[in-house]
């Protein structure tokens, strides 16, 4: 099994409610079987069921998790996208309240593909790495449209205790197919030119080198 970030052998993890598993040795990514991934009706059902509304005080709360910290690293009027903003952008706003203005972009809910062609400030991703069925694809993107000294934000929460793995709320959502460790930050801001700042689970900080 190739693994679906850094191509390396991955070897069997874990099944679980017939689903299986797979861990990379190089980049410590656990994803699941690329035969037996959710199609765009399954994910989109899915999305849709979420209720994150970009004027409701809980989600902005936990979204701050992200904008608090990653706006202490911005230069004033720093521009950036939202990559997979889905239903409700409501970081986007919160960003460009800030005096960050930020765009949208998402494959389902903001298919605006001139948005993929620039280069941004910042790009922020909540909720949405643990989706991503080529992986390897979205990080090409993300090194590519960051700009030199730019950050990137991340929101995901980490897998930190295998034994957990399979009573984990995080793994039991159908579209949630890849799960991420610190380990695998760290591997890519090696290989890719990132400096890694972990701000504490689930947000994490990388801001590409000049």
Not at 2 to 30: E, M
Not at 54 to 71: H, I, K, S, V, W
Request: proline share 9%; net charge negative; aromatic share 12%.
């Amino acid at each position: 099994m190739q693994c679906t970030l850094c191509a390396s052998d991955a070897r069997p993890f874990a099944q679980v409610d017939g689903r299986d598993y797979f861990r990379c040795p190089c980049c410590q990514l656990t994803f699941e079987h690329p035969d037996r991934l959710p199609g765009p009706d399954e994910e989109k059902g899915q999305y849709d069921l979420h209720d994150n509304r970009p004027d409701d005080p809980g989600y902005r709360r936990f979204l701050a998790q992200l904008a608090d910290p990653l706006c202490e690293q911005l230069s004033p009027g720093a521009k950036g996208l939202d990559f997979g903003c889905g239903p409700g952008p409501a970081l986007a706003a919160m960003m460009t309240e800030r005096g960050y203005p930020c765009g949208t972009w998402d494959p389902i809910y903001a298919r605006d593909k001139t948005r993929l062609s620039a280069q941004y400030d910042f790009v922020t991703c909540t909720e949405v790495i643990e989706h991503l069925h080529q992986p390897a694809r979205e990080w090409a993107w993300f090194a590519g449209h960051v700009r030199p000294g730019g950050w990137l934000g991340l929101m995901t929460r980490w897998l930190t205790d295998d034994d957990a793995f399979a009573r984990w709320h995080y793994r039991r959502d159908p579209t949630h197919v890849c799960f991420w460790q610190p380990a695998t930050f760290a591997w890519l801001a090696a290989t890719q030119g990132w400096e890694l700042h972990l701000t504490g689970n689930p947000v994490v900080l990388m801001r590409k080198r000049p």
